[in-house]
């Protein structure tokens, strides 16, 4: 089965690399690509920081040196990226910005905290935190539609976000008798309009979910 993957890079790279190890063929088209925004990290008074998705770690990575400061993320991947990146204290909510912020409020309390985001946040984090902790909000990176789609044929499509699926409904390409895989209700959502054979939900948030809904390796659908 080849499976066309959406996401930005560098994530598709890392999605490609999952997919082969499972059987599968991977189709690298992403709808999104990420630019890094002109940013000042200020960290005087900060706690921990906060990571909502890899692309925030490498903006700042490049933003900044310090690696000294606890870190919260959304989830495994990111988790994974922060420790690469020099973090040793990292704690991961292995799930959506709900889990993340439950994490804070758990682990997190009197904490101020800086959240590493993009220049349009999939939620209000510091909303979901409430009084438990001060979050501050720092935008380092944008994510833009590409117009690209994939030069080979594809039977099966993942959707990593919302944004991915709307970029998706916006290109509106033929999707008869195809299967798509959405990481959440949110991000199904926009695909309904499209007429995909059938759109299976990840049973959790995390991507490894989203290639468990995929099945096993065969033939197109």
């Not at 790279?13 to 082969?20: D, G, I, K, Q, S």
């Not at 009197?110 to 946040?121: E, K, S, W």
């Not at 290109?171 to 299967?179: G, K, Q, Y």
């Amino acid at each position: 089965m080849k499976v066309w993957i959406t996401r930005a890079r560098p994530g598709a790279e890392a999605t490609a690399a999952r997919l082969t190890a499972l059987g599968f063929t991977p189709v690298i088209a992403p709808l999104l690509k990420v630019r890094p925004l002109h940013a000042e990290i200020d960290l005087v008074g900060v706690d921990a920081l906060v990571f909502t998705s890899i692309n925030a770690v490498a903006a700042f990575t490049t933003l900044s040196l310090a690696r000294d400061h606890r870190v919260f993320t959304v989830g495994d991947a990111t988790a994974g990226a922060a420790s690469e990146a020099g973090f040793s204290s990292v704690r991961s909510a292995d799930g959506d910005l709900t889990a993340l912020a439950a994490l804070i409020r758990a682990d997190g309390q009197g904490l101020t905290l800086l959240h590493i985001a993009a220049a349009q946040p999939a939620g209000d984090l510091a909303a979901l935190v409430g009084d438990t902790a001060q979050v501050r909000t720092v935008r380092v990176y944008e994510t833009v539609e590409t117009d690209a789609g994939p030069t080979e044929p594809w039977d099966a499509v993942l959707i990593h976000s919302p944004r991915a699926a709307r970029a998706l409904a916006s290109a509106a390409p033929d999707v008869a008798d195809r299967l798509a895989c959405a990481i959440s209700e949110a991000a199904a959502a926009p695909l309904a309009p499209l007429g995909f054979a059938e759109v299976r939900i990840a049973a959790a948030p995390t991507e490894d979910t989203l290639l468990a809904a995929l099945g096993k390796p065969g033939p197109a659908v």
